[in-house]
């Protein structure tokens, strides 16, 4: 499975935009680069995923670079509520179909006032 | 909706009591799984279903058994709890094994002493 690599810590004022960074230069073709996020004591919560055009939803922008060794998550405009550890993950598998997801470290996001 | 529902969320257990993690979903996935957390470690991923009567081991599937009934219902049981089996546990479905999002539970603090 590609390893990611995220800064530890970020800070963001509320209603400006977040751009959290992944560096996955190890990923192969096939793979989807994931974004989940996990705010305080709650269930990991999926943001978006992508394989190599850029992807918008309701919550978040993921732009993944040409070469797909790396990739930013925008928060268009954070909010206190977008205070949480941000996972980015290469999906892989185990054999036999299991998700085996490697969450890392991820980024600790936190949104100030 | 209620989506992936997991019982309890803290429980202290002596050494060798056993106990069972309850997790239901109500929307019809197929796939579901369990997952630990511990500090420093990510998520690691227990056991997995890929539908009701098919479960199979994770990457650390010792000391804990699973069974899948029905498609709502996915326990976590833990035959003779040890210190080392202290940690948080998610439950986790998704639609089936080509899904994409992954919908975890709130999760269930468990403590062994």
């Known amino acids: 499975d590609a390893k990611t690599t995220q800064p530890p810590s970020m800070d963001c004022a509320e209603g400006r935009a977040a751009n959290l960074p992944c560096n996955h230069s190890?990923?192969?073709?096939?793979?989807?680069v994931y974004w989940y996020r996990q705010i305080h004591s709650q269930g990991p919560q999926y943001i978006i995923h992508?394989?190599?055009n850029n992807e918008t939803n309701e919550m978040a922008s993921l732009i993944i670079t040409e070469d797909r060794k790396s990739s930013t998550l925008i928060l268009p405009h954070a909010t206190l509520r977008d205070t949480a550890v941000y996972y980015c993950?290469?999906?892989?598998?185990?054999?036999?179909?299991?998700?085996?997801?490697?969450f890392g470290k991820g980024t600790k996001l936190t949104v100030n006032p | 909706n209620a989506g992936v529902t997991q019982t309890p969320k803290f429980q202290v257990l002596k050494t060798g009591q056993s106990m069972t993690l309850q997790c239901a979903q109500d929307?019809?996935?197929?796939?579901m799984s369990w997952y630990r957390q511990d500090p420093g470690m990510g998520l690691r991923l227990i056991h997995y279903?890929?539908?009701?009567?098919?479960?199979d081991q994770g990457e650390v599937p010792n000391g804990y058994n699973v069974s899948r009934s029905t498609t709502e219902d996915f326990p976590l049981r833990l035959l003779s709890a040890a210190p080392s089996q202290t940690s948080v546990y998610f439950c986790?479905?998704?639609?089936?094994?080509?899904?994409?999002?992954?919908?975890f539970g709130e999760g269930s603090w468990l403590t062994v002493v």
């Open positions: 986790a479905s998704k639609i089936g094994i080509s899904g994409n999002t992954i919908y």
């Open positions: 190890t990923i192969s073709g096939n793979e989807y």
């Open positions: 992508g394989l190599k």
């Open positions: 993950i290469v999906r892989g598998t185990v054999q036999g179909g299991s998700e085996k997801l490697v």
């Open positions: 929307m019809n996935h197929e796939y």
């Open positions: 279903s890929v539908g009701a009567g098919i479960t």
